[in-house]
């Protein structure tokens, strides 16, 4: 079935219509709720309040936009609401503990490049979460969530310029906040 129709029945209180819904979207709002907590348990929770504010916010969709703009759209808000509530960005994570400069060594085992390649994501999460919002919403919504500059554009209901401009303006501020920990510009990896 596609989703004009899910989104029609759903509307119309068709349950099982709105569980395929949020079958489709799930794993991104959940991914999304993570990205911003840095805790299962807080996202998966996160996810499931969203999907029960979308399904009471549907009679009010127009579809005006995409579902998954509009779903979007709630979900940011959601988690910044339970950010703010609960008056903390996210878990918070030691820099230091993570690790100097160089995560990689070319002759690293299989075991030790798994490990460097989860203290490099670690890292890279550390220092997101100490950028400020606006960073951290666009470079989470392109670079981890995978969306269009478009699609980017309708969720925060900015230009697709002004979309380009921050999404730069972000990625070199998370650079050079990397570079330290990292040895050198871009560090081994070519962030």
Excluded: C
């Excluded at 079958?23 to 709720?33: C, D, I, M, S």
């Excluded at 990205?35 to 579809?63: C, G, H, M, N, V």
């Amino acid at each position: 079935m596609d989703e004009k129709e899910l989104i029609r029945l759903s509307q119309e209180g068709n349950g099982e219509a709105f569980g395929q819904l949020v079958e489709r979207y799930k794993t991104k709002v959940f991914r999304l709720a993570s990205s911003w907590t840095q805790d299962r348990t807080a996202a998966d929770d996160l996810a499931q309040e969203i999907f029960i504010k979308a399904y009471f916010s549907l009679p009010k969709f127009k579809s005006e936009s995409e579902f998954g703009t509009w779903l979007y759209r709630i979900a940011l808000n959601h988690i910044k609401d339970y950010l703010r509530k609960n008056k903390k960005r996210s878990r918070e994570i030691s820099l230091e503990a993570l690790g100097g400069t160089g995560l990689a060594a070319e002759n690293e085992s299989s075991q030790e490049k798994d490990q460097t390649e989860e203290k490099r994501r670690a890292l890279v999460q550390a220092v997101l979460q100490r950028l400020p919002e606006k960073h951290r919403i666009i470079l989470t919504l392109r670079d981890i969530q995978g969306l269009s500059y478009d699609e980017i554009a309708r969720i925060l209901r900015l230009s697709p310029g002004t979309v380009d401009s921050r999404l730069f303006r972000a990625r070199k501020k998370l650079r050079e906040k990397l570079a330290p920990y990292l040895g050198r510009e871009g560090g081994e990896y070519g962030l």
